[in-house]
Every structure is written in C-alpha cells, then in structure tokens.
C-alpha cells in the first residue's frame, strides 16, 4: 500500500472506532496519524524499513505495526475486523451530510436503526422527533440528506473515476492486439461526477483483449463476457465496459460512444435531413455505402460541421456554432501561467512555503499565489495579524531568490454573516490580491445569502470570489444563492470568479461558463491546494473550463504576471 492508501485506511480505522463507540483520543489518534503520513517526507516503505516513522509526531508503536502491515502485505487486520464489527449500515448512514459518527450510533443503539432505509423509514414515522439529542428540524435535514444520496446514488467524481479508467485503459494498450484504444462516455466530455467508465478499443482480435480486461487489477466481478463487449466492476464499486470495434468502425463507434444521447440524436437528425446520410456507431452510410472516415474530424468534415471538441458534445449549442464556424477556441492546460489559491503550513496546509514554491516551479508557473486562512477561520488555523506580516517578509525573502517564479501575497478571507470580511482594510491592503470565501452559516435564503456575498464582492480588496456555491460534489447541495446575480455583479466590480478545480467541487459549475463569457467575466481556476502534490487538481479545473466553453481569453490565471497584477491593482484603483 502506497503513503495515500495507508492515510486513507487509518482514517478509516478512526471513523470505524467512533461508530464502536470508541475512546475518542483513540479515535483521534488514527486522523492524526493519517494527516502525519500525508505529511511525511520520503519514501514511506524505506521509513518503516528502517523504523524513521517511529520518530514522526502521531506515530506510536502500536499504530506504526498496522502501518507496517499495510506496507508490507498490502492489507490490515486490525480495519477488517473493525469492519466484521462495526454494522455496514452504520457507514452508509454517515453519508448523509450533517448526520457523523455520533448520531449514527445513537439512532443504532436507541431505535435499532441499521441500514439508510431503516433510518428513512424511522424519520417518516416521526420517531426522531423525541429523541434526545434529536428533533422536527434534525428530522427534517435527515430525510432532506437521504434524498440528496439517493439522487447521486451510483455516481463517482470525475478523479477517482478517471484514475480507474487510466489503469484500465493502459491494460488495453498494453494489448499487441489493440490497435488504438481511448476512454469514452461522459467522462471524455469531462462530466463532473460519473456513473461508469467506457473503453473502446480498435483491434485485430478481441479474445486476448477481453481477456486481459477482465483479469486486470481491481476487478471484483466480472459481469459479462463477451466477443466485441465486456463489463466489470471494481473493488471501489465502479463499473466498466470494454467495446472492441474493427480500425474502419472504430472513429465512428468512438464518437458515438462519447457524445451524449442528446448530442447523437441531433447529429443523426442533422446526417439524415441535410446529406440523406444514415450515422450509427457502425458508420455513416448513403444507402448501404459505407463513408470511410480516418478519425472523428473527418466525420464532422462530412456534415459540413466544424470539429467539435468531446467536451462540448451536450447538444448545448455546440452543432449550430459548429455549423456557424463560431466554436470556442477552448482553453488548454499550456494556457494557465500560474495558481493563485494555495495554503501552506502557515494554516492548514501540509507543506511549507519553500515546498509549495519548488513544486510550482518544477510545474513552470510564472507565478504562485498563497493564501491561507484570515482569522476568522479558527478550525483552519487562519492567520492573525501578525502571522500575516510575518509570512509577507518570508514571502519578500524567497522572493528574493526566485529566478522565474514570483510568490504573490494572497489570502482566503471569511465572508462573515454580514457580508463583511475579517481582516480591515489596513491588512487587507497589504496583499497582492485576496480571495473571499463563505465557509459558515450556510442556511441563510436566497436573498440573505445573495446580499451577503455581494456585499463581500464590493469590498475594494476583494479580488477573487472564491467557491462560489459551496457545493461538495456527491456530499453537499450548494448554499441557495442567486448565481447570476453574483456574476453580473463580478462584471460590474471587476471581480474574477474561481473555478475551484478540487474534483470534490469543482465550483463554478460548467453551466455558468458561457454566461461568464457573456458577461465579460475573468474565471479564475485555481487548485485550492493544501499540498504541493495537489497541484495536479488544475487538470480538472481545465477540463470543466473547457466543457464551459471557455477560452484563454476568460481565464484569469491565463495572463502573464504583470497583466494579472495590473487587474488586481485596477480593481483597487477604480474604488
């Protein structure tokens, strides 16, 4: 097991021990251990190898035997008997967003409560309303938390999706049978959240190609098997098909297999009215003729369309801009010259300002904006004062020694209930830009939650609005709030918007992208890093900024370092 996955099964283990009801500083102790491994520099086999994790604050000895387990038999025995114990029902129900590990074992133990169902059943039945600790409105959020998860039921975020599907993928390659292969379905369009994988695979013969999809690491089951398709499904309960297509097939399957149905209708509907061409995933035929076509370009070529890129396949527009040669020159990864929403140690990050600062400049960004926590966010360890003015001497310091990378002086300031940000205006001045983020009280109305952030958005130091809507992809509703408000409002200030490219949000949503185009607004993509290593998110970021239609031209941290200070300075200057 790698240092993510043993972070990942000691955090598992602490969860585990709270729903048994657990001593609380045991349960902690595994979090804190889970956090020190994610932070341990080196490689975490040769630190077991040679005892150098006992040294790592929140790694005692009996911890550090599970963890040396885990490195070197590649399993735990203490999580699965924790998971023989512990009832599976009571993992599904700290799901439901608001409902933790407490609340999960007080219905258990009180009610008898040991599935989601039972749990909905009780509430429906208003046997929550009495219980103590309990109550209408709890009741009320419960239900409203089961109804979020039965809607994203099945459904996977885009990274932990794209991750299995690149594994898989690489076996097919590895095949000499196959001839080319790629990723299809709503993940090649980028979707946020996904409910399985799709490879399709041009080959010379299928057999030795499903046979090594089939066997491929990860594999719990195997659900079909067949000639020219195969299905899986993984031990992270995502499923998978594999389709094999002959070379002269393959361009027109792979583009009906990417497209969504709503896409595949209108281009059928298009070959069929204007040529009298019939378009399937088998072909595009006049009569019984086929149309050869080398690749998917040549396909939109024939229907007198230009070529439209995977992620703008959602019948939003994008075949009558094609028709119009009005397609958008979308945004690449090369495009983005730096980040600008990064926490180090200072907060709540992991890694140092050095560390942040070598990793982007091994990534070749001219610029790296930091911005840790302002006061008000005590759970993040967010900065005084003088916590600030310290960082900014560090930052002018490194500065100093940078050759091409330039370290901007940033903070994620809190949105207060007011509207109000938690730093005045003489600190404020003090950073290069600054990003303003809600981070409580999420239950105001629409119009209690609008004002606010609007209220934060006319602030003259504000820069950045950052995660727009709060949401958590598959764990949390966005706060209520009048999006489109907010972006005229970002036109009006000169207010960029953030794309948080965090797979877990990645927030501006893609719907919102022509509109911010429309309006003349700067989207900023930024990583909402707590590690150096998460740098990596911004590929998402991109891909969302693609499926939005967005161009370089949209992107804020597109611009080279002077242009993008001169529009931080021009927000100022203008007020």
């Not at 089939?214 to 499904?233: L, N, P, R």
Request: proline letters at 2%.
């Amino acid at each position: 097991m790698n240092k993510k996955e043993v972070a990942e099964a000691l955090e598992e283990i602490g969860l585990l021990l709270e729903l048994a009801g657990e001593n609380p500083f045991k349960t902690r102790a595994y979090g804190s251990a889970a956090r020190a491994i994610e932070r341990s520099a080196g490689d975490l086999k040769g630190l077991v190898e040679t005892g150098e994790l006992l040294k790592v604050k929140g790694i005692g000895d009996s911890i550090f035997a599970k963890i040396k387990q885990m490195v070197e038999q590649d399993k735990s025995s203490y999580l699965e008997e924790l998971h023989a114990k512990v009832h599976r029902g009571l993992v599904e129900m700290i799901r439901i967003p608001g409902f933790g590990p407490k609340r999960a074992r007080a219905v258990h133990e009180k009610l008898g409560i040991n599935s989601l169902g039972e749990l909905e059943y009780a509430c429906r039945e208003n046997r929550l309303v009495k219980l103590e600790g309990f109550g209408q409105k709890s009741q009320d959020k419960i239900l409203a938390g089961i109804q979020f998860l039965k809607r994203h039921q099945g459904r996977f975020l885009i990274s932990d999706a794209l991750s299995d599907a690149e594994r898989l993928l690489a076996v097919v390659q590895g095949c000499k049978e196959t001839i080319r292969a790629c990723v299809a379905g709503s993940l090649r369009r980028c979707k946020e959240t996904v409910k399985d994988v799709d490879i399709l695979a041009a080959v010379r013969e299928s057999g030795p190609v499903m046979d090594a999809f089939t066997k491929a690491k990860g594999v719990e089951t195997v659900a079909a098997k067949g000639d020219t398709k195969s299905s899986i499904v993984l031990s992270s309960g995502l499923a998978s098909d594999l389709r094999t297509v002959s070379e002269k097939e393959y361009p027109y399957a792979l583009a009906h297999f990417t497209g969504s149905a709503e896409h595949n209708i209108a281009m059928r509907a298009r070959a069929q009215q204007k040529f009298g061409y019939k378009l399937n995933e088998y072909g595009l035929f006049k009569g019984d003729k086929l149309i050869d076509a080398k690749d998917e370009k040549e396909i939109f070529k024939k229907l007198d369309l230009a070529y439209i890129e995977p992620e703008l396949r959602e019948n939003a527009g994008e075949i009558e801009a094609a028709e119009k040669g009005k397609l958008p020159n979308l945004l690449r990864m090369e495009d983005i010259k730096g980040v600008l929403h990064v926490h180090t140690t200072a907060s709540d990050g992991s890694d140092s300002l050095d560390e942040v600062a070598k990793a982007a400049e091994e990534a070749g960004y001219l610029y790296l904006g930091v911005t840790d926590h302002s006061k008000t966010a005590v759970y993040a360890g967010g900065l005084k004062e003088q916590d600030v003015l310290e960082q900014h001497r560090a930052i002018d310091n490194l500065n100093k020694k940078l050759k091409k990378l330039r370290i901007l002086k940033g903070t994620e300031s809190d949105i207060l209930p007011d509207g109000s940000l938690d730093f005045p205006d003489k600190v404020l001045e003090r950073f290069d830009f600054v990003v303003v983020s809600v981070h409580s009280s999420f239950n105001l109305s629409r119009a209690e939650m609008t004002k606010r952030i609007v209220k934060a958005m006319k602030n003259p130091y504000t820069s950045i609005l950052g995660h727009p809507t709060g949401r958590l992809l598959l764990a949390r509703e966005g706060y209520d709030v009048d999006l489109d408000e907010l972006l005229k409002v970002a036109a009006g200030e000169g207010v960029a918007v953030e794309l948080n490219a965090d797979p877990h949000r990645l927030d501006l949503d893609w719907r919102y992208g022509k509109r911010a185009h429309d309006l003349g607004v700067k989207v900023a993509i930024d990583p909402d890093a707590h590690s150096a290593e998460a740098f990596s998110v911004m590929r998402y970021g991109v891909g969302i900024a693609r499926k939005g239609w967005l161009e370089a031209g949209d992107v804020l941290n597109a611009l080279e370092t002077e242009a993008l200070l001169r529009f931080f300075q021009k927000r100022r200057s203008s007020k």
